[in-house]
């Protein structure tokens, strides 16, 4: 009996800690953030249970039979958490929210577990013993379940499964109360009735876990949004399906994660092999950390400097492990120095030189965007620019909006750099355009210090990319100037023909 | 295959018809601002008025040269004397800031015009402020043959203007009146063309009649008989009438003289539209400069050449004469509530006119020629983020048909930065329902409070949902606005009679002695002055 109860000490505080921990993970992975979440998951979880024990005084009689209830309901609750909170993430107006009042709802019920499960033994052990053993057993099931919970429990079962197993072991402990012979209890049948029910509902859910899984990851995830944020400067929305995820900006599409590869293979390789031997980057836009992570497989390079206006969006892609396991964790590359700035103003302010300069930057879909395209912006750009140095522009669809792109590299042009067209196929884009720009006349670059595991770029790729068919060809355009902003007309007018 | 299909853009046309709706594009909106009142205390202004009970000075200052007014006149004056190394003047401002009607405010969004906001691209022949614009920035070079490369970034930048008509913003003004009202058009037609014919007419001398600045233009004035009618009277005598062309016209009238065409003089109203034949290698030629803190850009530009000679606080009250061909001026600091009498050999005046006629009650009390100067309010409002989805973009200026109010000034289009939420609009209304006086007098007793109310009633029959989204709201009471040149004041010869210095000891330089508040006028009265000052015996000497 003693030693009955004393295990099941350990089995409900290793649970207990299992399922603040889920919480805390997909409050993180769901919601981003992770600090934040899981800290005020813990804070929650802590306090609820600081409730549940303060109520257990006001439970007076039947202390066994309540403490069978509270098992089976944490078994319950706790077992379907991660499944719940997976499937309704979509579905519920304020999420966050119901994280909270399930945390809390779980909480006050495993605070209620030790002051019960003491009041129990209080006439089987001394008071001392019974304290330290309690809780001796109490902390080591929690040890167990931290270590067991990442190093085992997520990788081989996943959160689903993981959270089942635990309200499985829950019930069990209220079952081998109800059937033990030498514990009294009132009313057996019903208790036997409804532990059993529990007891299959969750074993059966445990069997068929990897389809719940991608049931709620269905519900969850099919080209649904998976994360939205209004920021000062943009709306960030990622969504899901099951070939990737995608990121837009303000309703763009920004990258598709089955294909960006290509697209940033694309900017970044050419402009690296048209420099000789190139130290410092600069990348403006770009917080996604794919350029980055491209760049990283160049050894050479001494220093990167990464220019992005939004602080959300370099956060995301550094602290969501989703996002950051896209781009190889790049963000937290120690050869690179993140700034979150508008790139105009920063261009203005700093005085620093660099052999390449990447420039991605959202579409000018818009008269602010539109500023950072002017000449005024590339006159800006060059002054950061090395006597050999080039950059490279993404620069919109040549298929799509033309005179949009063309009009990018006419105003390149105009500032007394000397350009270097090339486009490439992106499914999920289309054919994209980008514009490589040099002080100095363009030879061809020189292809021989690239990295060899590249997925999709390579020489004999970009000379066709530098070949524009009739329908792409070159036009004579306007000037984009900031008292024209001759490419929003262009764009706006290409692409809502196009649509 | 779509990158920007996944949201269109939403065009909510406005629900309500003829009104404009705000829509809330992200935090909850409040209804909690700040208010201020900007500019110098009306009881200090006054003070001006009630001369007889003048204290004695505290201290006596001796200065060779002495600017009363800071405005863009007095700062050009200063601007071209530091230019050529003198030190020796000291300007007095009653504001607490330089710039006159070029003043600006500021909030952490950004900077915001108090009242003028814009200059347009300049005629050749106005070297001196070609010159200026070159040594700030604003010109980047000249072309072999002398036609100046503005600098973009001080270019007003797309998208310019859009006008509120039939419930929608459409983009440009002139084109979207046409859009709407395609029947008048050939009477604006007819209307352009008789501009330009004005554009291109020369007097007897050969030069063109209208020209800014006037120093060059044509002397003869053999187009007198426009300034003894009324615009509308000559607008009517020459079948300029319609819908659409009656809005505009006011509408211009309003913009740069406070007063609509019934109270403009032909000449006045046919200047407008023909005094301007600017050439640019790299905009239009009716481009305009401009700065998110409007004119005070280019004052502060002026100042930045003699910083230390210039104090304000300081109000004028009066002028003597002290002995021969010196001054004696009381003025006060209504900041340290001092008195000081400053003593002068050489007085420039660069006051409005009726100011100079009470400055000078006791020592030159001559008939002066004093023109109307409507009064105005200008209002920023400081908006959380919102946006009115109802057609063309907002632009830099917006401009709402058939309202009292101009429009509105979208500050933040100057700026190259990304915007990051709130905005930044100045909203302009020439008060012209009555008589000037009799709206100043009105406008005398009303407290902050009263104001406050009008120009957020105002405001909301604009935009009804407005109160929501104000966080700042900042007004700017203009008594005196700018000259409105009615009949017979341009071509008065009393005009430039009552400019000329008085035995070269005392100097006049305003925008009212030029007829037309342009900065350029400002600029021009100014430059001519100091060579004035500069050539006079004596004053080189005195260095
Ligand atoms: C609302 C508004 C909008 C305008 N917009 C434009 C525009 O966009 N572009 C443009 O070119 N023009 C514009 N103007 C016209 C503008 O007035 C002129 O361009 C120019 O700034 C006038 O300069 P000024 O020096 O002649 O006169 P003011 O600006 O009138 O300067 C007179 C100065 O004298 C000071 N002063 C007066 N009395 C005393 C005293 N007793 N003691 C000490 N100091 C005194 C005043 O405080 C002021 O600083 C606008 C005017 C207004 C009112």
Not at chain 1, 19 to 36: F, H, K, M, N
Not at chain 1, 370 to 387: I, M, R, S
Not at chain 2, 265 to 284: D, E, L, P, Q
Request: proline letters at 4%; one cysteine or more.
């Amino acid at each position: 009996m003693r030693i009955l109860f004393l295990v099941s000490v350990a089995v409900i505080a290793t649970c207990g800690l299992i399922y603040e921990l889920i919480a805390g993970t997909l409050a993180s992975y769901l919601l981003g953030d992770s600090i934040t979440q899981f800290s005020t998951i813990i804070g929650v979880y802590l306090f609820s249970m600081g409730i549940g024990s303060y109520f257990s005084k006001f439970v007076q009689k039947r202390i066994l039979e309540t403490f069978i209830v509270v098992e089976i309901l944490v078994g319950l609750l706790g077992g379907f958490s991660s499944t719940l909170l997976y499937s309704l993430f979509n579905h519920l107006e304020s999420f966050q929210f119901f994280i909270y009042a399930l945390i809390g709802t779980i909480g006050i019920l495993v605070g209620l577990e030790i002051p019960l499960m003491m009041r129990i033994l209080k006439d089987e052990f001394d008071f001392k013993d019974l304290v330290s053993h309690i809780f001796s057993f109490d902390y080591a099931g929690a040890l167990l379940a931290s270590l067991a919970f990442p190093l085992f429990f997520v990788p081989q079962m996943g959160l689903i499964k993981t959270s089942l197993f635990f309200g499985i072991l829950n019930v069990l402990i209220a079952l081998l109360l109800i059937f033990n012979r030498k514990v009294k209890i009132q009313r057996t049948r019903t208790f036997q009735l409804i532990g059993t029910t529990s007891f299959i509902v969750l074993l059966v859910a445990f069997v068929l876990g990897d389809k719940i899984l991608r049931y709620t990851e269905d519900m969850a995830y099919d080209e649904k949004v998976i994360y939205s944020k209004s920021t000062p400067y943009q709306r960030i929305t990622l969504t899901s399906d099951k070939n990737g995820t995608k990121l837009f900006l303000n309703g763009n599409l920004q990258f598709y994660s089955a294909d960006e590869y290509r697209y940033h293979e694309a900017l970044v390789h050419p402009v690296m092999s048209l420099v000789a031997n190139p130290k410092k980057v600069l990348i403006l836009g770009g917080g996604d950390g794919f350029a980055v992570r491209e760049l990283i497989k160049y050894k050479t390079i001494e220093s990167i400097q990464l220019v992005d206006l939004d602080p959300e969006m370099t956060r995301l892609f550094k602290r969501n492990p989703q996002l950051s396991a896209l781009n190889d964790s790049a963000l937290f590359h120690p050869k690179l120095r993140i700034t979150n700035q508008d790139a105009f103003i920063w261009l203005k302010t700093n005085k620093h030189v660099y052999d390449v300069i990447l420039i991605d930057l959202p579409d000018p879909s818009n008269f602010s965007l539109g500023k950072l395209y002017t000449d005024q912006f590339y006159k800006a750009v060059g002054e950061h620019l090395t006597k050999n140095g080039a950059l490279v522009v993404q620069s919109t669809s040549p298929f799509v909006a033309p005179k949009s792109y063309w009009c990018i590299a006419n105003t390149l042009q105009i500032t007394g750099l000397k350009i270097l067209p090339y486009h490439t196929f992106i499914p999920s884009f289309g054919d994209w355009g980008y514009l490589l720009a040099s002080k100095q006349a363009t030879r061809q670059p020189d292809f021989s210090k690239m990295p060899s595991n590249l997925r999709f770029f390579s020489p004999d790729a970009f000379e066709s990319m530098c070949y524009f068919p009739k329908d792409v060809a070159y036009r004579t355009t306007e000037i984009n100037r900031l008292n024209n902003q001759a490419l929003v007309h262009y764009f706006e007018t290409e692409w809502n023909q196009f649509q | 295959m779509n990158r920007r299909s996944f949201v269109k853009r939403l065009a909510l046309g406005s629900l309500a018809l003829g009104q404009l709706n705000l829509i809330q594009a992200c935090k909850a909106p409040s209804t909690q601002w700040k208010f201020k009142r900007s500019g110098i205390p009306m009881s200090v202004a006054h003070s001006l008025r009630s001369r007889s009970t003048l204290p004695t000075p505290s201290a006596v200052v001796e200065h060779d040269c002495i600017i009363i007014g800071a405005g863009i006149s007095g700062l050009s004056v200063g601007y071209h004397l530091a230019k050529t190394g003198a030190t020796n003047f000291l300007v007095l401002e009653m504001e607490e800031q330089i710039g006159g009607n070029a003043q600006f405010g500021e909030t952490n969004t950004g900077k915001f015009p108090q009242g003028a906001h814009y200059l347009p691209v300049q005629n050749l022949e106005n070297q001196p402020l070609l010159d200026f614009l070159h040594a700030i920035g604003s010109i980047s070079h000249f072309s072999l043959d002398g036609i100046p490369y503005y600098n973009e970034a001080n270019l007003c930048h797309e998208p310019e203007e859009r006008l509120f008509i039939n419930g929608k913003w459409h983009e440009g003004i002139v084109e979207a009146l046409l859009q709407v009202y395609p029947n008048e058009k050939p009477i604006w037609d007819r209307f352009f063309r008789r501009m330009q014919y004005f554009q291109a007419y020369k007097g007897a001398d050969g030069k063109d009649v209208f020209y800014i600045p006037e120093r060059f233009a044509s002397l003869s004035h053999d187009l007198v008989h426009l300034d003894q009618l009324s615009f509308q009277a000559y607008l009517t005598e020459n079948d300029f009438r319609c819908t659409s062309l009656d809005w505009y016209l006011n509408y211009c009238c309003r913009d740069d003289y406070g007063q609509n065409t019934a109270n403009i003089s032909a000449f006045a109203g046919i200047h407008y539209f023909a005094a301007r034949k600017a050439k640019s290698k790299n905009c239009s030629n009716d481009a305009m400069l401009t700065w998110p803190e409007g004119n005070a850009f280019l004052a502060n530009q002026l100042a930045s050449a003699f910083p230390t000679q210039i104090q304000c606080t300081t109000l004028v009250l009066r002028v003597q004469k002290s002995g021969d061909k010196r001054y004696e001026l009381l003025a006060y600091n209504w900041k340290k509530k001092t008195y000081t009498a400053y003593i002068t050999r050489r007085l420039v005046i660069c006051t409005p006119r009726h100011v100079r006629a009470r400055l000078l009650a006791d020592t030159d009390n001559r008939n002066w020629l004093v023109p109307t100067h409507q009064p105005w309010w200008v209002a920023t409002v400081e908006l959380k983020p919102f946006s009115d989805f109802s057609g063309a973009f907002l632009s830099w200026d917006n401009v709402i048909f058939a309202h009292q109010t101009l429009g509105y000034i979208h500050n933040l289009n100057q700026q190259i930065a990304q915007p990051n939420g709130n905005t930044l609009l100045t909203f302009y209304k020439p008060l012209d329902s009555t008589s000037a006086s009799e709206i100043r007098k009105a406008y005398e007793h009303q407290t902050d409070s009263e104001l406050e109310a009008e120009i957020v009633s105002e405001l909301k029959s604009i935009y009804p949902e407005i109160e929501k989204y104000i966080c700042y709201l900042e007004v700017r009471l203009w008594g005196h606005g700018m000259v409105s040149p009615g009949i017979n004041y341009v071509t008065n010869p009393m005009r430039k009679e009552q400019q000329k210095s008085v035995d070269g000891a005392l100097y006049f330089a305003h925008t009212d002695d030029a007829g037309f508040s342009l900065f350029e006028e400002a600029f021009d009265l100014g430059y001519q002055l100091a060579n004035q000052l500069l050539n006079t015996n004596g004053y080189v000497d005195s260095l």
